[in-house]
C-alpha cells in the first residue's frame, strides 16, 4: 500500500518570504502522480499543483513550484513571495493509475499547517 | 451554483438518528466522491461512484449508505452512528475516474454525533 507522510504538522513564516513544505512517499511503482492540495480555513480544497512521476521537469505554477526527487521519493511544495491568502492546510497526494477501477485512488498525507504572518 | 455544493453544512445528530448528506457537482463530471477528514489523520476516501457505478470500500461501516442517482448527485444516507463518526465529510468530483484528474471538493459537512 502506498503512504504518504508529511513531517511538519505546522510551520509559518513572514509575508513576502519563501517557504518549503517536505513530504515523502512511499510506492514500488515506477508510474505515478503526486499533488499538493490546498485548504484554506472554512474554504474548499482546491489544487495547486501536479506532477508526474515519468517528468523529470518540476511542475512550476506561477509562485508555487515543487521539488521532486523520484529516487528520494520526495516532492516538497515551494512557495515563494508567500501571501496572507496562502495561510492554510496544504496536503500532498499520491495516486497510482491503474487497471483495476476502484483502484485509482488519491492517497493524502496528514496536512501541514501553514501561517503566513503580516 | 456552481463547483460542488454540500449540504447541510453543519449537522448534529443523535445515535439514533437517521440523516442524509446531499452532494450537488454542476461541473459536467463523470466522477464523485466521499471522504471523511478528521483531526490529524489523512483524508479517508469512503466510496467512489463512475457513472453512477459505485466502488465498494471495504473498511467503510455499513453505517453509512451512499446513493448517487445520476452523475450530478451523491448522498451519504447515515444511520446509528457513534461518536467516533464526528468529522468533516468532503465531497468531490472530477472528470473521470482517473489518476491524473484533478478533484474538485465541495465545503464539506461537519457532522456532530452525540
Known amino acids: 500500500a502506498q503512504t504518504v507522510t508529511q513531517s511538519q504538522p505546522e510551520m509559518s513564516v513572514q509575508e513576502a518570504e519563501t517557504v518549503t513544505l517536505s513530504c515523502t512517499y512511499d510506492?514500488?511503482?515506477?508510474?505515478?502522480?503526486l499533488f499538493w492540495y490546498k485548504q484554506p480555513p472554512s474554504r474548499q480544497m482546491i489544487l495547486v499543483i501536479r506532477?508526474?512521476?515519468?517528468?523529470?521537469q518540476n511542475a512550476t505554477e506561477n509562485r508555487f513550484s515543487v521539488n521532486f526527487q523520484k529516487a528520494a521519493k520526495s516532492f516538497s511544495l515551494k512557495i515563494s513571495d508567500s501571501q496572507l491568502g496562502d495561510t492554510a492546510m496544504y496536503f500532498c497526494?499520491?495516486?497510482?493509475?491503474?487497471?483495476?477501477?476502484?483502484?485509482?485512488?488519491?492517497?493524502f498525507g496528514t496536512g501541514t499547517r501553514l501561517t503566513i504572518i503580516p | 451554483e456552481t463547483g460542488v455544493t454540500q449540504t447541510p453544512r453543519h449537522l448534529v445528530m443523535g445515535m439514533t438518528n437517521k440523516k442524509s448528506l446531499k452532494c450537488e457537482q454542476h461541473?459536467?463530471?463523470?466522477?464523485m466522491y466521499w471522504y471523511k477528514q478528521s483531526a490529524k489523520k489523512p483524508l479517508e476516501l469512503m466510496f467512489v461512484?463512475?457513472?453512477?457505478?459505485?466502488?465498494e470500500n471495504n473498511s467503510v461501516p455499513s453505517r453509512f449508505s451512499p446513493e448517487c442517482p445520476n452523475s450530478s448527485h451523491l448522498f451519504l444516507h447515515l444511520h446509528t452512528l457513534q461518536p467516533e463518526d464526528s468529522a468533516l465529510y468532503l465531497c468531490?468530483?472530477?472528470?473521470?475516474?482517473?489518476?491524473?484528474?484533478?478533484?474538485?471538493f465541495g465545503p464539506g459537512t461537519r457532522l456532530t454525533v452525540l
Open positions: 506532477q508526474e512521476a515519468y517528468k523529470q
Open positions: 497526494a499520491f495516486s497510482l493509475p491503474t487497471l483495476n477501477f476502484g483502484n485509482e485512488k488519491l492517497t
Open positions: 510506492t514500488s511503482e515506477n508510474n505515478y502522480y
Open positions: 468531490a468530483s472530477s472528470q473521470e475516474w482517473a489518476a491524473y484528474n484533478e478533484q474538485f
Open positions: 461541473l459536467g463530471h463523470n466522477a
Open positions: 461512484y463512475s457513472l453512477e457505478e459505485r466502488v
